[in-house]
């Protein structure tokens, strides 16, 4: 089923929905998840939230890239879920991506960092879209799904050194991007 038919069918609030997107997305959904949280049963959880976090969300969104709009939503159930689990302790994957990219991007909170925040996504978008295809997909593959450094190699048939090598020259490039743009590290 087309993306905007399921869009539509949640719309109009058909429970079908849930369903069509479970069968299209939900292996990305639970690779998202797995990669993040490394528990197939909170895994699961996270993407039966999903579905109710898209139900919650459409209408009244409309989202543009549905895919990207799922995995979004998948990603952030998942790091919510991996904060609470994680309180106090601290190890796998996510943990170390989110480490490495500590020293380009800092977190912020407050209501009135929500422009910054803004400002440093499209920044972020934009020097994404400035590296060709392949940095894009090792960088995308590390930060944003959580890959492991043994899984990327796999994927690309690169040494762990030459993947190491690609995505720390991409955090430098990123951090003199972002310096370069006026965002404060």
Known sequence: MEDRQIIKLYWDRAEEAIRETDVKYGRLCQYIAQNILANPEDSEECVNDTWLGLWNAIPPQRPSRFPAFVGRITRNLALKRFDYLTAAKRSPEAVCSLEEL???????????????????????????????????????????YFDSIENICRRTGHSQSKVKSILSRTRHKLRDYLEREGIEL
């Not at 991007?105 to 295809?133: H, K, P, Q, W, Y």
Request: with cysteine; glycine share 6%; proline share 0%.
């Open 102 to 144: 500590g020293d380009c991007v800092s977190g912020r909170t407050g209501v009135e960092d929500e422009l910054e925040n803004r400002r440093i996504e499209e920044a972020i978008d934009a020097f994404l879209r400035s590296l060709d295809e392949e940095k894009r997909t090792l960088f995308i593959r590390r930060y944003w």
